[in-house]
């Protein structure tokens, strides 16, 4: 952006403070550019903001300060900002807000200098103290990166003289680096997997329109082992060497650090790395070489869609139907409608890569809006598992069991055959239910309508909706009868248990995100088991995503009947979707694998679809189903969360909105409730849900804007509007 504001002239600054509009500056000594990350005067603070354009002067020009300094990097580019504004006007954020997920980097106003680093050193510590012994644990923990002496004192939990002394000994190394420091360049000579013929052909179909900045999306759909990844990595390759950079979004950060490996196997480099668990120092220096065209290729979480890309050529987003893709708090969006946006406004390509992929992108791609390249065949001998249901109704179970005879017969067989075995149940901790069996009551949550959930590997009740966590009780809270407090159903870790005593000479892994303190830590187990050190997996959903086990060749799904039913509209889809993935970590290598779904229902719709294997059968299915319906694909809705510490309060107001919904009406659109949303009261405070569902070319977003503008948030009340929901709780 090339406009230039001279000394003195009025420029309109938008902060990332809760203001709704921008703020009138005058241009620091020397002028600034439109687009220029400032620090400007707000009352007694100093706060960050950007140059949007020329000031309104609808404000008393004599009482108009100036901005304090322009910082030391890039300016934002016009796409960025456009991307920013139409992303507010899509989600109706405020736009300060989505100017906060752009500016999530400490120091970004700090000039370029040394600074001391910390990593691991070759010595030993004299003595192994706790304190000692939980810093070289963070070290080993976050592998190669550095810390500041302040992040590595907090992540350990010490104070900065146990780091020094460290240092002292020689266990920790104290280094003078560069605070930001470009990235290596990837060896684009470096030749990747031989691919297979499918393969080739849609490699070279995503390798085309780099260079002429040429938008457009492809929807790559393949079979579970088909090589998604090999292939879109030859885009990323192109990309990179149009000059172009890449960015590849992940669902899980568990998933990032085996990104990584390949990424560094394949190019000689580690890409840059942006997600929560990334250090502070880190996430600066990635944010300022992304901005400068240092960073070739990002591979991280949604957030890093907010990165100040300086010519972004790439977006792929793995996985693109899985719902963490979804933003449930803050700024409310889905990071593959968003990529698509992004994409459209900077002339770059998209990639969406899944073995099941969402309606939403299915039913782009019939219509012809997306390209579709499919691979139907798994890579080298591997083959699709065989699908089978075990009938829950003929099986004969003992109460407290959830494995049946059938499956443990199966797994039993894979044993004797060195093989391994994954045991499936999308639940997290040891049981859903605590339950006293003397009064009857169960153990809920303080702050929440939800019931605590037993970690017994933890020995706490923890929340799964706030996280609220405490030490498991021996006494009834409710009527302090003791020893009375009983599990009810099964979660991983009482399957583990249930595993443990079926198969005793077996070695079980547990992999749940409850049960590692680090993604790094989460890593290391998934290379053990691939390595073949656990015979037996029990996992949630975690096992679903991306993991090659090569020498699993079973896999028992305990309960596949759990997400069918509900207020859902896509409750089928994620079963689909849910039971295709995990089922497809069998049989990845030479010996084939089975897939067993223990179901209650095995003439269901959609269970028959999943045994059958027809996926386009059961797309076509379920559009026709929501068509019919006028749901998302093909129509449209939002979700309204009013809340308050006040329940009154919160369902007045909706009762309010319910009443005058003249604007809605207008562009044909019918309101749903008010009523208290399904889980009703989160962190101490009162939910009360309105649905609004319009025709798919109905212009939803303004009419919004128009019904919710009388409505005053006064005292506790919060509103949230969710365009395009995926969660209904």
């Known amino acids: ?107 970004l106003g700090d000039p370029p200098s040394m600074r001391k680093v910390y990593r691991r050193g070759e010595g030993q510590p004299d003595r192994a103290t706790a304190a000692r012994t939980r810093v070289l644990e963070t070290l080993a923990t976050y592998g190669d990166l550095s810390f500041t002496l302040k992040e590595l004192a907090d992540q350990a939990g010490v104070s900065s003289s146990v780091v020094k002394g460290l240092v002292a000994q020689g266990a920790v190394r104290e280094e003078d680096a560069p605070r930001d420091v470009p990235f290596p360049r990837l060896d684009l000579a470096r030749s990747g997997h031989d691919l297979t013929a499918d393969q080739e052909a849609a490699a070279q179909a995503l390798s085309q329109g780099f260079a002429e900045e040429r938008y457009g999306t492809t929807l790559l759909q393949g079979v579970t082992g088909s090589g998604k990844t090999e292939v879109y990595l030859e885009a990323v390759a ?39 668990g990334v250090t502070m120092t880190e996430r600066r220096r990635v944010w300022k070489m992304v901005a400068t065209g240092d960073a070739q290729v990002v591979v991280g979480a949604r957030s890093a869609l907010f990165l100040p890309y300086q010519r972004l050529g790439l977006i792929v987003v793995d996985e693109e139907h899985d719902t963490s ?20 406004i900077c ?70 055959r060195s093989e391994q075995a994954l045991l499936f149940i999308n639940r997290r901790g040891y049981a859903p239910v ?27 009740l923890v929340c799964h909706q706030c996280g609220e966590s405490r030490p498991m009780p021996t006494v009834c809270p409710h009527c302090e009868a003791e020893d009375r407090l009983s599990a009810v159903g099964p979660g991983v870790e009482r399957l583990t248990e249930e595993a443990q005593a079926l198969f005793p000479d077996a070695r079980v892994a547990t992999l749940s995100s409850d049960l590692f303190g680090s993604a790094r830590a989460l890593k290391a187990e998934i290379e053990a088991i691939a390595a073949g050190e656990a015979d037996i997996i029990v996992g949630t959903q975690l096992v679903a995503k991306g993991h090659n086990f090569p020498n699993l060749t079973l ?22 979707q849910l039971m295709q993935q995990v089922a497809g970590r069998a049989g990845r290598a030479e010996a084939p694998g089975t897939a067993m779904l223990q179901t209650y229902q095995p003439d269901h719709a959609v269970i028959r679809a999943i045994l059958g294997g027809d996926q386009e059968a059961f797309w076509q299915a379920e559009a026709d189903a929501r068509r ?66 319009a025709d798919k070319a109905a212009p939803l977003q303004a009419a919004l804007a128009r019904w919710i503008a009388p409505l005053r948030l006064r005292g ?10 995926q969660s209904f709780l």
């Not at 950079?245 to 990584?260: D, K, W």
């Not at 782009?364 to 001998?381: C, E, I, M, V, W």
């Not at 506790?716 to 929901?725: F, G, K, T, V, Y």
Request: charged content about 25%.
């Open 434 to 460: 605590t339950l006293c069996r003397a009064c009857g009551q169960q153990i809920g949550c303080d702050h929440c309508d939800a019931r605590m959930v037993e970690h017994r590997f933890l020995k706490r």
């Open 555 to 576: 896999v028992g799904v305990i309960d596949a009947d759990l997400s069918l039913h509900g207020s859902d509209p896509r409750a089928a889809e994620r079963t689909f």
């Open 238 to 276: 192109t990309a990179v060497e149009a000059g172009r950079q890449a960015l590849v979004l992940l669902p899980e950060i568990a998933l990032t650090e085996q990104f990584l490996t390949r990424i560094e196997a394949r190019f000689g480099a580690k890409p840059a790395e942006w997600h929560s």
């Open 716 to 725: 506790e009340l919060r509103l949230a509007i969710d365009i395009d929901p």
């Open 628 to 693: 019919a319906a006028g749901v998302p694909p093909f129509g449209r809705l939002a979700g309204i969360i009013l809340s308050s510490t006040d329940l009154a309060e919160a369902h007045d107001a909706g009762a309010a909105l319910a009443r005058n919904d003249r604007a809605l009406r207008e562009i044909g659109a019918q309101v749903f409730g008010p009523a208290p949303a399904p889980i009703a009261r989160v962190r101490g405070r009162h939910r009360i849900r309105l649905l609004v569902k």
């Open 1 to 107: 952006m090339d406009t230039h504001f001279n000394t003195g002239e009025l420029v309109a600054v938008l902060t990332t403070q809760p203001l709704r509009r921008t703020l009138d500056y005058r241009a620091p000594e020397g002028g600034c550019f439109a687009g220029a990350f400032v620090e400007v005067p707000l009352g007694p603070r100093k706060v960050l903001g950007v140059v949007w354009g020329a000031g309104a002067g609808d404000y008393d020009v004599s009482k108009v300060r100036s901005v304090i300094r322009v910082l030391d990097v890039p300016s934002m580019r016009e796409e960025m900002q456009t991307f920013l504004s139409r992303a507010a006007d899509y989600t109706l954020t405020p736009l300060p807000a989505m100017l906060r997920l752009a500016t999530r980097a400490p120091g």
């Open 347 to 416: 002339g770059a390509r998209v990639v969406l890569a899944s073995a099941t992929p969402s309606l939403e992108s299915w039913a782009n791609a019939q219509d012809g809006k997306y390209r579709h390249l499919r691979l139907t065949s798994r890579f080298g001998p591997a083959v699709l598992p065989q699908m089978q249901a075990i009938d829950m109704r003929a099986e004969s179970l003992p109460g407290g069991r959830w494995i049946s005879p059938a499956l443990q017969r199966a797994v039993s067989a894979r044993l004797e």
């Open 325 to 344: 893709y979804k933003q449930e708090d803050g700024v409310l969006y889905n990071a593959r409608d968003m990529a698509v946006l992004r994409a459209s």
